[in-house]
């Protein structure tokens, strides 16, 4: 399979090119099954290469394949070549496995669209430029997928482009992951610049044995890591991502929770070897990680739209994910990416599935509102009972109860930031994961249980979605289950074995880190208790509030009003922003329009077009269309030239 | 003076291609005179001349005593210039078929002087163009082409270039019923002609001060040996070759021919004409220039730098100005010929010779697309208005109603411009990265900012496209072979443009794979006794 390795981003590519070209021609049921069928193909290749990685003795899992020079000019030469590591194997298996289930939900949800075909070319091009981005072997291929997931993702979140709203977030997440690029960018330069070439092989194999300053890794790691706060929604770029919850739900499940916004996390892991020599950059990234993590997670509690209470429960899961990498536990964060990927498509599918039947039930009841806000919702669990199921499954997953699957994963990571020096940090992840209990459960029980708070003539009409939707919702409801045990940890009587099989991705990271935290079983298994009580508690206190006596948190609202407007207004961070960036940079623009665009480069501009287009009149009345004029231009072109030549 | 039999190998695509062109005829005369059977024969013989470049590929070597070379780089222009016949041959039969429909041509707007001609009378009555004359034309004009790519002889050189020239002097003007197509041809020809015989003077200059050598690895041998005492009269026919070369890439001050011949002759024919010659023609440059007279590079370094400079200029200035389509792409042509004049410029630092050369080959490579593509267009859109006319205008709202046309055609200015990610731009980036190395700055300096307004006049035809209303409706009739030509077109531009490692790969084995053979005999016309008496 490593040989063709290259058809596991080439499929979604030829699924882009066929439903883009021809998806008008071919119909619905063409273009889904074909958008669906290229990524399950893709999937079995991904794990056919994985079983072949399996195969190979562990200091030989790295093939790393040049198929062809994609370009070269001067010193730069930029090759197509493809790695698989254990980090690509395992990259390809979630982005290709998961996108496939959501393919197929995407044929129930998004059935009867006009912008069928669209939908599934655009979601296949992202397919292919996210597997792209998690397997070039160079920072270029990198960018490139880089790049082109950020575009899938602003063609998507403004899918249904003729609502205006919807439409500005597109451009929303565009421009505030354009910023992040910009830094990411520089830190691409800054490597060329250091270290003359641009691909994985060349960097770490200078890295490892790097004598130079240290203040030039910093600096190129701290760029690099801006990237990574746009693209993975922390601090301070996560304003788009709540907004990007416009576009379609399977949109949100894949792109915007599953897979494009871990692409940060996953830059970060692949460059372990840069981020190693750069511990300052490193506490960075545990800091932002982890205040992150909280400050999303608070703005959760309050917030009543289903799928924005997702999407800020995804920038807090992220904020984990770049604690692990912060703390030098790559292997941890990786793994969570994996775990998240599971529950939180399984989160946005069954908020899909409840938005559909409730926006169904919507149109046959003949009213206009919101399908999303679960202050209208309620007691769903008897209506949708295997969404319900299957939601609960996720909630449990991701408040960090054993033995489902965000327990492990999380709980390594709060473990290995006590364990590597970091017990501030690990105290804050604590208290957050606490907070996702809490909100989580909330959601679960304002959404599900309690009795129907909408209009009694739509609850007639809600039913559950067809198969074809419930049936991803059961599988990826397995997987958030078991899809932790891969990760149990020695204290526990597990293997590890999903650390001890990404190891050799980290291996020169691991050889440079200066930190070396002591291991003590006892600590271990404190910090996991409490972990545990901690989500225990926030469910039970969830259970409380809106189950048992829905009328308490009315009156805790009453007493701490200005907590909750800051909360609900999501602590006015997009406003100031609006105040600092967008408008300042709009009367910046405007002013320079006025008194320098207009005057100076205008007329600079308009004057000189002016001259050549004048030019160009006047030059060609010599083209009289002559003959015996031409001869003679030619006859003084040749004094001219043989003259000079002749009398140099 | 032995013949040996695989010296053949070396003209094996020249003579499939001769083959071919008689076949044309003589099918035309004998066996039927259907414009497809004409055309397949044309279009497959034209496969299979690619086929024999291919397989003549071998260890670079000459032939004939060293009057051609057998190399990579003469396969690869082969391939090239069979290319550019085979795309020209597909979108002439549409054409050909639709000039019944066209009425003779209205008022020029651009030449002034010449009063329009009245249509002459055609014998025996009969309107139209002989189709298996007019492919068997092209297919000459390409012979003649191939043996100009690969001449290390000066007398092979001065073959090639007439076989070529007198069979585009009677392709420019195959259409009788149109006076400005007559007018073309007459120009072109008399031009031509005066342009050939400062080519054959320079020619015996040269043969006249270097010892009465004509294989270019003898003369550059010779030059060496006069050194600094080489005579004037040399230099002088260093400069009237180089103006005869000139005059065939349409460079300024050389270039008052081409608006006018390319807006006259029928279109195919003008695509044909702004890619073939100039291709072969700074091949011949380049073994001239790069490979067999760098010595003195500082005598036609310095005259060649301001042909380029100034051929850029004008023809990007000019070009704005323009309101016909056929005549902005002729100044563009003209620009695009001072941009590859870098490229021998460049060839002539013996460092950069291979980098420059593979550049300007990649850089023909996309032209070639780009170039045919708007071509091809051109004749679309203008075969739906009844008059036939070429206005730029007439694309105005084009993209509202043909918006796949319309989007290739974008494509192609875009890829003209130089924008990435089209082929247009990695032709620019490698040919301008070769001279920046070569030590030409300022040159391409010029040639940047000679992009810069370039963008001016290829844009104005997507903003026409997209962003105007159209004023009235037009129906665009697309045939199959035109759709293939425009296909093959936009799949290079984009291919090229986003994935160029792999032409760039045979460009530059192409260029580094290159023989300058020298005769295995060699006559000294100084020694009486070599010479026989018959040839007294």
């Known amino acids: 399979m490593s040989n063709h390795l290259y058809l596991i981003p080439l499929l979604p590519l030829a699924g882009f090119l066929i439903n883009g070209l021809l998806g008008r021609k071919l119909g619905d049921k063409a273009v889904g099954f074909i958008g669906s069928a290229v990524i399950g193909i893709a999937f079995v290749l991904s794990v056919a290469a994985f079983v072949e990685l399996l195969g190979l003795p562990v200091h030989e899992r790295h093939i790393d394949r040049t198929f062809f020079t994609w370009l070269a000019a001067g010193s730069l030469e930029v090759p197509f070549g493809l790695l698989l590591d254990p980090l690509s194997a395992l990259m390809i298996l979630v982005v290709s496995g998961v996108s496939f289930i959501i393919h197929i939900y995407s044929i129930g949800y998004m059935h009867g669209d006009p912008g069928y075909p669209r939908y599934f070319s655009f979601l296949n091009l992202f397919v292919f430029f996210m597997l792209l981005l998690v397997l070039g072997d160079n920072y270029p291929i990198m960018f490139i997928g880089w790049e082109g997931v950020g575009l899938c993702s602003y063609l998507l979140i403004g899918f249904w482009f003729t609502d205006e709203a919807r439409a500005t977030a597109g451009k929303k997440a565009f421009i505030v992951n354009r910023v992040g690029d910009f830094g990411f960018l520089i830190g691409l330069f800054l490597i060329f610049a250091t270290f003359g070439t641009l691909s994985y092989a060349g960097v770490s194999e200078q890295a490892r044995y790097w004598v130079g300053p240290g203040s030039v890794i910093f600096w190129i790691t701290l760029c690099m890591f801006f990237g990574a706060t746009g693209k993975s929604a922390q601090i301070p770029l ?411 | 003076m032995t013949f040996n039999p695989s010296d053949l190998w070396a003209v094996a695509p020249e003579m499939v291609v001769l083959a071919v062109a008689l076949a044309v005829i003589l099918i035309e005369l004998l066996a039927t005179r259907r414009e497809g059977v004409l055309q397949g024969v044309a279009a497959v013989g034209l496969l299979a001349v690619m086929a024999v470049a291919v397989w003549s590929l071998g260890r670079p070597t000459g032939a004939f005593n060293g009057m051609v070379a057998r190399d990579g780089l003469t396969v690869f222009v082969k391939l090239l210039l069979a290319g550019v016949a085979l795309l020209a041959v597909l979108m002439s039969r549409d054409y050909l078929m639709g000039l019944d429909k066209s009425a003779p041509t209205g008022v020029r707007e651009e030449v002034k002087g010449n009063p329009p001609l009245p249509p002459p009378a055609i014998a025996g009555g009969e309107a139209g163009v002989r189709h298996g004359e007019y492919y068997a034309l092209l297919l000459l004009a390409t012979c003649g082409m191939m043996v100009l790519a690969s001449a290390t002889n000066l007398v092979t050189l001065f073959l090639g270039i007439e076989t070529m020239s007198l069979a585009l002097y009677v392709l420019a003007g195959i259409r009788p019923e149109r006076p400005r197509s007559g007018e073309a041809a007459l120009k072109y020809f008399l031009l031509g002609a005066f342009s050939t015989g400062f080519l054959l003077y320079g020619m015996a200059l040269i043969y006249g001060t270097t010892g009465g050598q004509t294989n270019l690895s003898m003369i550059s041998k010779a030059v060496a040996d006069l050194g600094d005492g080489a005579p004037v009269m040399l230099f002088a026919g260093v400069g009237l070759l180089m103006v005869g070369l000139l005059f065939k890439v349409a460079a300024v001050p050389f270039h008052f021919w081409s608006p006018d011949v390319y807006q006259g002759a029928p279109t195919p024919v003008t695509a044909f004409m702004s890619v073939g010659p100039k291709a072969a023609a700074l091949m011949a440059f380049i073994r001239l220039f790069g490979w067999a007279l760098p010595d003195l590079a500082d005598v036609w370094g310095p005259a060649l730098w301001m042909v380029a400079a100034a051929t850029m200029t004008i023809g990007n200035i000019v070009a704005i100005a323009q309101r016909d389509i056929k005549r902005m792409l002729a100044y563009s042509s003209i620009a695009h010929a001072g941009y590859l004049l870098i490229g021998v410029l460049a060839a002539g630092s013996p460092g950069v010779r291979s980098a420059a050369t593979a550049s300007m080959l990649f850089y023909l490579v996309a032209y070639f697309l780009m170039n045919i593509g708007a071509f091809t267009i051109a004749i679309l859109v203008s075969r739906a208005r009844p008059d036939g006319d070429y206005q730029i205008d007439d694309y105005q709202g084009l993209g509202a109603s043909h918006p796949y046309l319309s989007a290739a055609m974008a494509l192609f200015m875009i890829s003209l411009a130089g924008i990435p990610p089209t082929a247009g731009f990695f032709g620019k980036l490698y040919l301008f990265s070769a001279g920046v190395n070569a030590g030409l700055v300022t040159l391409v300096v010029i040639a940047v900012l000679n992009s810069v307004i370039s963008v001016y006049y290829y844009l104005r035809i997507v903003v026409y496209m997209l962003m105007r209303p159209q004023p009235s409706p037009v129906e665009v009739r697309i045939s199959p072979a035109m759709t293939a030509v425009v296909l093959v077109c936009v799949v290079g531009v984009i291919k090229f443009g986003v994935l160029p490692g792999s032409m760039m790969d045979w460009a530059r084995s192409g260029a580094e794979n290159m023989a300058q053979p020298t005769p295995q005999v060699v006559v000294d016309v100084n020694d009486p006794s070599q010479i026989r008496q018959s040839d007294r």
């Open chain 1, 238 to 648: 996560y304003v788009w991502l709540p907004d990007a919850m416009a576009g379609p739900t399977p949109v949100s499940a894949l792109i915007h929770a599953a897979t494009m916004v871990t692409a940060g996390v996953y830059m970060v892991a692949r460059n372990s070897f840069l981020f190693a020599l750069a511990p300052a950059t490193l506490s960075i990234i545990a800091w932002v990680g982890v205040l992150t993590a909280i400050f999303a997670a608070t703005i959760a509690l309050v917030n009543n739209d289903i799928k924005k209470v997702l999407a800020y429960s995804t920038i807090s899961q992220l904020g984990y994910m770049f604690v692990g990498c912060g703390v030098g536990a790559y292997a941890a964060g990786i793994t969570h990416l994996m775990t998240h990927a599971f529950f939180k498509a399984l989160l946005f599918l069954g908020a899909g599935s409840v938005i559909h039947a409730i926006q169904h039930a919507h149109e046959r009841a003949g009213f206009v509102g919101d399908p999303q806000d679960i202050r209208y919702m309620g007691g769903l669990r008897r209506k949708l009972p295997t969404t319900y199921w299957t939601f609960a499954v996720a909630c449990v997953a991701i408040a960090g109860i054993p033995p489902f699957s965000g327990f492990f994963s999380k709980d390594e990571i709060i473990w290995r930031s006590f364990a590597g020096g970091h017990p501030a940090v690990g105290v804050v992840a604590m208290i957050a994961a606490g907070l996702t209990a809490f909100y989580m459960f909330r959601l679960l029980y304002l959404t599900f249980h309690g009795g129907w708070r909408g209009r009694r003539d739509q609850a007639d009409h809600l039913h559950e979605s067809p198969p074809v939707m419930t049936m991803p919702l059961v599988v990826l409801g397995l997987l958030s289950i078991v899809g932790g045990w891969v990760a149990i940890p020695h204290v526990l009587g597990g293997g590890m074995r999903l650390e001890h099989f990404l190891a050799p991705s980290f291996r020169i990271a691991e050889e440079l880190s200066v930190m070396h935290g002591h291991h003590s079983v006892s600590a271990e298994y404190l910090v996991m208790i409490l972990s545990v009580a901690l989500a225990v508690g926030g469910i039970l206190w969830a259970r409380a509030w809106y189950i048992r006596n829905p009328e308490a948190p009315k009156r805790a609202l009453a007493r701490a009003k200005w907590l909750y407007r800051l909360l609900l207004n999501k602590y006015y961070v997009d406003e100031i922003y609006d105040y600092a960036f967008v408008q300042t940079t709009l009367a910046f623009g405007d002013g320079a329009w006025r008194w320098f665009d207009i005057p100076i480069v205008d007329g600079l501009v308009n004057g000189l077009a002016k001259l050549v287009g004048w030019m160009g009149m006047v030059i060609r009345r010599v083209q009289t269309g002559l003959v015996s004029n031409y001869a003679l231009m030619m006859a003084i072109g040749i004094i001219l030239v043989v003259g000079y030549m002749v009398w140099k």
